[in-house]
T-cell receptor, first 107, second 115 residues
């Protein structure tokens, strides 16, 4: 397996910034993906990284360091609707997911 | 709606019965994937197709599971002689072909409950 680790839960305040870390122990993958999943719904694609560095998409940014086996998803200007599970996944055509980080946004 | 469509949304059956799920991918996507997700876990890969060819199957997948994509469009996943441990959400996803960095788009899943 790829031993993909994410924190189980995080809590943040509306309007704040939260960083969700993802560590893994493999070098054999094409890219690293981040998905958002609301309870009882399908995962939806947020962002991905192939090369090291930062990718920015609106309020969401994702960072990858292959040499450190590390990625993070940054959520800015948090909104109540951002309360969800955030899944880190490695791609070698199929996706290998971590267990997800449940983010709770409080007013 | 042109997203990934899965049917049925819910299936309740008795242990030992066979069940079949259907997935209709996004029409221009030639890759189709099946995953299984249990509570508190990320989706777990089961198998995937490129067009009608099944390219990979998880080594963890029991012989009771079989999937087909006969015309390279919709796919079916069958579970024979269901067991209580098969209770899960079964997710289908599709993508265009490429270098493995094409985003996969997921359907809403079929929730299977084994009594």
């Amino acid at each position: 397996g790829q031993n993909i680790d994410q924190p189980t839960e995080m809590t943040a305040t509306e309007g704040a910034i939260v960083q969700i870390n993802c560590t893994y122990q493999t070098s054999g993958f094409n890219g690293l993906f981040w998905y958002q999943q609301h309870a009882g719904e399908a995962p939806t694609f947020l962002s991905y990284n192939v090369l090291d560095g930062l990718e920015e998409k609106g309020r969401f940014s994702s960072f990858l360091s292959r040499s450190k086996g590390y990625s993070y998803l940054l959520l800015k200007e948090l909104q109540m609707k951002d309360s969800a599970s955030y899944l880190c996944a490695l791609s070698d055509y199929k996706l290998s997911f971590g267990a997800g980080t449940t983010v709770t946004v409080r007013a | 709606d042109t997203g990934v469509s899965q049917n049925p949304r819910h299936k309740i059956t008795k242990r030992g019965q066979n069940v079949t799920f259907r997935c209709d991918p996004i029409s221009e996507h030639n890759r189709l994937y099946w995953y299984r997700q249990t509570l508190g876990q990320g989706p777990e890969f089961l198998t995937y197709f490129q067009n009608e060819a099944q390219l990979e199957k998880s080594r963890l997948l029991s012989d009771r599971f079989s999937a087909e994509r006969p015309k390279g469009s919709f796919s079916t996943l069958e579970i024979q002689r269901t067991e209580q441990g098969d209770s899960a959400m079964y997710l289908c996803a599709s993508s265009v072909a490429g270098d493995g960095n094409q985003p996969q788009h997921f359907g809403d899943g079929t929730r299977l409950s084994i009594l």
